[in-house]
């Protein structure tokens, strides 16, 4: 018997391929969406949203994917959980191996498989992920007026987080594990003239400190000496980079240097005709929610009129 070829399929649930589901379900193209390891994306570990229009009291990041996935559901999103292994994008239609060893034909794919903020992986970052532990300034420094916050790493997204922290932290400081930044010159000039920010070389977090209930300060530890230095704070912001989630395209689809999925400009094509990509897996410079969501009706769009232009 002949299998099923989808018209599309969406690889990720976060607010990109929620969005697209969306758009393409309107069009009465029956999307198939793969929910990926973590159904819901990065916001299903935020516990407050408030700069997502709409939401004036704010929302929790669960209680916002809950309410797009029930939205793509309306509109006949078909949702599958798993992840994707493998992709064969040298066939026609392209062929999709989920993690149970199942296959899905498709003729257009769209990409939403986001990227994850590299951590440190010591226990207590998890615990107070959410409680004064972050990997984004511009979702969360709103909530640290007046305070005391850390911020670890050394190249030029530290520079970027420590500086629009200062907007409202009282006092930031700039943890690096080696003696010098590797910012470029311009960043790391403009974070030293800032009277807010204070710096920390040749130190590694050893335990973030806390309550039980939120982050109370750092303990630090001196990479020569090895001597631990405990310190007070209200909020720990990791700035060590992000890794797209595309490692099962490597070699078949055009990507940059980090990783991320190439589009062509003013559009969400890759660089294989029928595939899409959208969110953080293609957008290494805003990573917000709502630029996620607008790249996810982008790739909704051309994936409708690619699939126009070969019936």
């Not at 758009?23 to 990065?42: E, M, S």
């Not at 809950?66 to 798993?82: C, I, S, T």
């Not at 769209?110 to 992986?121: R, V």
């Not at 001597?227 to 490692?247: K, S, T």
Request: a negative charge; one cysteine or more.
């Amino acid at each position: 018997m002949e299998r099923e070829v989808r018209d599309i399929v969406i690889i990720g649930t976060g607010p990109a391929g929620y969005t697209a589901a969306i758009y393409t379900g309107r069009a009465n193209l029956n999307p198939l969406v793969i929910d990926g390891y973590q159904p819901g994306g990065q916001l299903m570990i935020t516990s407050e949203i408030e700069n997502f229009p709409g939401f004036p009291e704010g929302i929790a990041g669960p209680e916002l994917m809950g309410r797009m996935r029930d939205q793509a559901a309306k509109f006949n999103a078909e949702f599958v959980f798993g992840s994707v292994t493998e992709a064969d994008l040298s066939r026609r239609p392209f062929c999709l191996t989920l993690e149970d060893g199942s296959e899905v034909l498709a003729r257009s794919v769209i990409i939403a498989t986001g990227a994850n903020a590299k951590w440190l992986g010591i226990e207590s970052e998890d615990r107070y992920r959410g409680r004064g532990v972050s990997a984004c300034a511009t979702c969360d420094g709103f909530f640290f007026r007046d305070s005391t916050v850390f911020v670890i790493g050394g190249g030029d997204t530290a520079m970027e987080e420590a500086l629009y922290l200062t907007k409202f932290a009282s006092r930031v400081v700039l943890v690096h594990r080696r003696e010098e930044f590797r910012s470029s010159k311009i960043m790391s000039l403009r974070a030293s003239k800032n009277p807010k920010i204070t710096t920390m070389l040749s130190r590694t977090v050893d335990e973030i400190l806390g309550d039980g209930q939120k982050v109370t300060g750092i303990r630090l530890k001196h990479v020569e000496t090895g001597e631990l230095e405990e310190l007070p704070c209200d909020g720990v912001f990791m700035a060590i980079g992000h890794a797209p989630n595309a490692q099962m395209f490597a070699g078949q689809i055009e990507t940059d240097d980090y990783g991320y999925i190439v589009t062509k400009k003013a559009s969400t094509e890759t660089s294989v005709a029928g595939v899409f990509a959208c969110g953080d897996v293609q957008d290494y410079t805003y990573r917000q929610a709502v630029t996620a969501v607008g790249t996810g009706c982008m790739a909704a769009v051309d994936a409708e009129r690619f699939l126009e232009s070969i019936r």
